[in-house]
């Protein structure tokens, strides 16, 4: 049985189914190189770890040409980083998409709200019903290439992978709580981090580390009270 995603992959439109650091400047408008929609959350300057993940989406989306290129989903139960890891992944590789979008997708209300702001941030779909304006993000979408979408917090994949662009030339990342999203895009599971990262995190967030120190640099009593902890 064919779903949803198999359209954004062969051309099918399903559209009928601390304190944190200044986010950078988004890039050139016309020619759009680096450029991060406002929706992008802010980076996390404590941001821990994850660099297997980070890796393995990076290669992942540059294993195919633009419109072969499966959705990729940051799985894991709650609270363990997803949002974090695809902000990571966001500001890390920014200068080599076209441009950068984020979408809330807890809910189809939402994501359909979120896509008519991203019509708003490209001034199309002026006027528009929310609706329409969403349409008009997903028709931009499929008309251009070389853009990264995330879509955060997509848990209720049946309900909202109908309403993802279809028939479209560029990359999408999504978070999920779902264990298995096989049938919508390739998983990338999140694991709790090791005991020396945890503790690495614990030790930056209570500023008993420096961004770049390293565990070694602490005490011996902060740093197994810390590994215990985390």
Request: with cysteine; charged share 25%.
């Amino acid at each position: 049985e064919r779903q949803p995603f198999d359209g954004l992959r062969d051309g099918i439109d399903f559209r009928s189914v601390g304190s944190e650091p200044p986010k950078p400047e988004a890039g050139d408008r016309t020619t759009g190189s680096g450029w991060i929609s406002r929706a992008v959350p802010r980076p996390n300057r404590l941001f821990t770890g994850r660099e297997d993940v980070l890796d393995r989406l990076h290669r992942a989306f540059a294993l195919r040409g633009a419109s072969l290129a499966d959705p990729q989903a940051i799985t894991g139960l709650g609270g363990i980083g997803k949002t974090q890891t695809a902000i990571a992944y966001v500001y890390r590789h920014r200068a080599e998409y076209t441009r950068c979008f984020w979408a809330n997708a807890d809910t189809p209300a939402r994501l359909e709200s979120s896509l008519a702001a991203i019509a708003a941030e490209l001034e199309i779909g002026r006027g528009s019903r929310l609706e329409d304006a969403a349409d008009a993000a997903r028709d931009w979408f499929r008309t251009h290439t070389g853009w990264l979408l995330v879509l955060d917090n997509a848990d209720q994949l049946e309900a909202v992978a109908p309403r993802f662009p279809p028939r479209h030339g560029g990359r999408l990342l999504i978070t999920t709580r779902a264990a298995v999203p096989v049938r919508w895009a390739a998983g990338l599971a999140l694991s709790p981090l090791d005991p020396d990262m945890g503790a690495t995190l614990l030790l930056r967030r209570a500023g008993r580390l420096g961004i770049d120190g390293d565990l070694d640099t602490v005490s011996e009593v902060d740093r197994n009270l810390a590994r215990r902890l985390s």
